[in-house]
């Protein structure tokens, strides 16, 4: 297998937390080739606005030869003309149709709510397909592209990331009263997928989706949640706040021949440069990456310690209760990890 793994540190926290995660992988001496390349916003304002992208083209040279990719957060300029987001650029480039997201919590931070599911998001098409338009003075439309193809790839994923996992529901999550066409793909798709694979499957409309999460998130403990993208992108950042902080999710987003691994978080530039990131979200990310790669050891090592400092609460960041900086609460977590390993 290629070790070789791209490591984009990114814009505003991006370089703090991406520290944080090579210093843990480091202390669980990783094999992985670790090859550190420029991109996002920061660096397309150095160079002086040129590129049509936040991606260098030595940046898109190294990702060609490696195995996978490590993103930190990265800042996307909200202005029509600006590049588009990194991660939608590299998910479409990749074709990485599935961005995954555990959702589970930590006894220490959520006291009394015990949830465990996972997300699946379609991150090739639906509304970031990017396609935009104006259609007169003051009025613009955008597509929302939904394919079969898109669907079945999907959806096969999150029913074999279940049975894997001993889970027995799929839960697709859609607006297929209003968006008959291109949600009725996706559902058909999802009863598919979950019927092939013998497990149960629901639908539940987006809207009540969010209130659901809100009354009664437990319900969907042991399901994969599955949805278009924006959909899921707004849903498992729900899910995120449930667990505490955005600052504990960690993803991935996963095609045939590549894989990238990030923290669900942005680039968070109202804490940026204060050493007050929570670590934990990229930490968790390379640990999968490094399973992804080989080494399960390394993995379980890594999610192990995290859970034993998040849930010991004394080397944390503040967004979860504590006081310790990022590089202090990331040298508990490699500490802890690289200790278990010599065990
Ligand atoms: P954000 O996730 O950066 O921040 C939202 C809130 O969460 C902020 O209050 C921030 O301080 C807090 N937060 C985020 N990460 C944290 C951490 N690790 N520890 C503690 N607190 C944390 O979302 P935003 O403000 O909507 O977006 C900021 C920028 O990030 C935008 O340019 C956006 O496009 C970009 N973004 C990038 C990605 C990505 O690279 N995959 C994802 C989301 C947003």
Same mark, same amino acid.
């Given at each position: 297998m290629n070790k070789k793994a791209? =490591? *984009?540190? +990114?814009?505003? *926290? +991006?370089?703090?937390?991406?520290?944080?995660?090579?210093?843990?992988?480091?202390?669980?001496?990783?094999?992985?080739e670790i090859i550190e390349c420029e991109a996002g916003s920061e660096q397309w304002e150095r160079n002086g606005r040129r590129d049509s992208t936040y991606i260098p083209e030595a940046t898109s040279q190294v990702l060609g030869e490696c195995g996978a990719c490590f993103k930190g957060p990265t800042t996307t300029i909200p202005e029509p003309g600006a590049p588009r987001s990194v991660a939608v650029t590299l998910r479409q480039r990749f074709e990485l149709y599935a961005n995954v997201r555990p959702v589970r919590t930590y006894e220490r931070i959520t006291p009394g709510r015990d949830l465990d599911f996972v997300c699946f998001r379609e991150a090739t098409e639906g509304l970031y397909a990017g396609v935009e338009s104006d259609v007169g003075p003051g009025a613009a439309i955008a597509i929302r592209k939904v394919t079969r193809r898109g669907c079945d790839r999907l959806l096969d994923a999150a029913a074999r990331w279940a049975?894997?996992?001993?889970?027995?529901?799929?839960?697709? *999550?859609?607006?297929?009263?209003?968006?008959?066409?291109?949600?009725?793909?996706?559902?058909?798709?999802?009863?598919? %997928?979950? +019927? %092939? %694979?013998?497990?149960?499957?629901?639908?539940?409309?987006?809207?009540?989706?969010? $209130? $659901?999460? =809100?009354?009664?998130?437990? $319900?969907?403990? +042991?399901?994969v949640l599955a949805s278009t993208n924006l959909f899921m992108d707004i849903i498992s950042e729900l899910a995120s706040g449930l667990a505490g902080s955005i600052g504990l999710i960690y993803s991935a987003n996963i095609g045939d021949a590549f894989a990238m691994f990030e923290a669900a978080h942005g680039s968070a530039p109202d804490i940026a440069g204060r050493g007050a990131a929570n670590p934990a979200a990229a930490i968790l990310s390379g640990a999968w990456m490094a399973g992804h790669m080989g080494e399960a050891d390394v993995r379980d090592a890594i999610f192990s310690a995290a859970e034993q400092v998040i849930n010991g609460g004394g080397a944390v960041t503040a967004d979860i209760g504590g006081s310790a900086t990022t590089s202090q609460m990331s040298a508990a977590i490699a500490g802890a990890a690289a200790a278990s390993l010599r065990r």
């Open positions: 791209a =490591v *984009i540190p +990114g814009d505003g *926290i +991006g370089p703090e937390v991406v520290g944080a995660m090579l210093e843990v992988l480091r202390s669980c001496n990783t094999g992985i049975v894997e996992r001993g889970m027995s529901r799929m839960v697709a *999550i859609t607006k297929r009263n209003i968006l008959k066409k291109t949600d009725g793909i996706f559902w058909e798709s999802a009863r598919r %997928a979950a +019927g %092939a %694979a013998g497990l149960g499957v629901d639908e539940i409309y987006i809207d009540n989706m969010a $209130q $659901q999460m =809100v009354l009664r998130p437990e $319900q969907f403990n +042991g399901a």
